[in-house]
């Protein structure tokens, strides 16, 4: 009998240690959504780390359009929907960041899910995935 208590006292001290020490990651950013019902946030071409992607391979998602590290404003609007791949003329403008010339050009954007799409078609198509804030350097947080 005491040789049952006494496990059942090890089990019970062992759980709450371990209990102690688990974390949880609660995920505190906006829902997918948007033009495109991706996550906002984010997206770096499949290949590269959150932690440290080439600014060639970012991509940020705000709901209204998706841009690159020379552009910002963009909006998206829909020309064509067929599944899950749209036909978009994206506006933008064309300076990292402040005033600058207003650009439009047509793209091709498949929605794979809330955090993965395809930019382009065939041979010329770039996938991105989605980064968590916890994965993205100093830099890139908050952006």
């Given at each position: 009998m005491q040789r049952l208590q006494t496990m059942v006292l090890v089990t019970a001290v062992a759980c709450t240690l371990a209990a102690a020490h688990a974390t949880a990651s609660v995920d505190l950013s906006?829902?997918?959504g948007g033009v495109f019902l991706l996550k906002?946030?984010?997206?770096?071409?499949?290949?590269?780390?959150?932690?440290?992607?080439?600014?060639?391979?970012?991509?940020?998602?705000?709901?209204?359009g998706i841009h690159g590290t020379a552009t910002h404003a963009c909006i998206a609007t829909i020309v064509a929907k067929k599944g899950k791949r749209f036909t978009?003329?994206?506006?933008?403008?064309?300076?990292?960041?402040?005033?600058?010339?207003?650009?439009?050009?047509?793209?091709?954007?498949?929605?794979?899910?809330?955090?993965?799409?395809?930019?382009?078609r065939g041979a010329k198509a770039t996938r991105y995935r989605y980064c968590p804030t916890y994965e993205l350097p100093a830099g890139l947080k908050g952006q």
């Amino acid at each position: 009998m005491q040789r049952l208590q006494t496990m059942v006292l090890v089990t019970a001290v062992a759980c709450t240690l371990a209990a102690a020490h688990a974390t949880a990651s609660v995920d505190l950013s906006p829902k997918p959504g948007g033009v495109f019902l991706l996550k906002p946030g984010v997206f770096v071409t499949t290949g590269q780390t959150c932690e440290d992607p080439a600014n060639a391979g970012i991509r940020w998602y705000d709901g209204k359009g998706i841009h690159g590290t020379a552009t910002h404003a963009c909006i998206a609007t829909i020309v064509a929907k067929k599944g899950k791949r749209f036909t978009v003329d994206q506006s933008c403008v064309d300076t990292p960041a402040g005033e600058g010339p207003q650009r439009v050009e047509r793209q091709t954007i498949t929605i794979e899910d809330a955090l993965t799409f395809v930019i382009g078609r065939g041979a010329k198509a770039t996938r991105y995935r989605y980064c968590p804030t916890y994965e993205l350097p100093a830099g890139l947080k908050g952006q």
